[in-house]
């Protein structure tokens, strides 16, 4: 999506096209639980903010014992060897959750965050009146 200023937590830039590196992460997180083993709830990402527009990170497990260390312009392992991570000091403090990382995906695409009011054509309530209507 063109003219998005999107801007990872803990970050000062703009991502270039936060709608595809978004997707490539959560894509990621998906591989990362067949290549490490761990369930998708056990793994945290992690972002590598100084390398550049479209930040490096990685997907690990919260003790950050097990890793997957990834470009963020190509969305490929950094290295062919799994074992090796980014360095502690290039990572950010911060570590997201798949879900959180989702929620960043319905910003950009303006459905706002979960727990807020839901669209009305997509609750149980569209049939029972003009939305359209101000007067409920």
């Not at 801007?7 to 830039?13: E, K, S």
């Not at 056990?42 to 950050?64: C, E, H, M, N, W």
């Not at 950094?78 to 959180?100: C, G, P, R």
């Amino acid at each position: 999506m063109a003219g998005i200023d999107f801007r990872l937590p803990g970050t000062d830039r703009p991502l270039n096209g936060p709608e595809a590196w978004i997707t490539g992460v959560l894509r990621n997180f998906q591989e990362t639980t067949k290549t490490l083993g761990f369930a998708i709830d056990r793994l945290v990402l992690r972002i590598a903010p100084k390398s550049g527009q479209d930040p490096d990170y990685q997907i690990q497990t919260a003790d950050g014992e097990d890793a997957a260390a990834y470009s963020g312009e190509t969305h490929e392992l950094l290295h062919d060897d799994i074992t090796v991570h980014i360095e502690e000091k290039d990572l950010s403090d911060q570590s997201f959750t798949a879900e959180q990382v989702k929620d960043w995906l319905n910003v950009i695409n303006g459905e706002g965050t979960p727990g807020g009011q839901i669209d009305p054509i997509l609750s149980d309530s569209w049939t029972e009146g003009d939305v359209s209507d101000s007067r409920g």
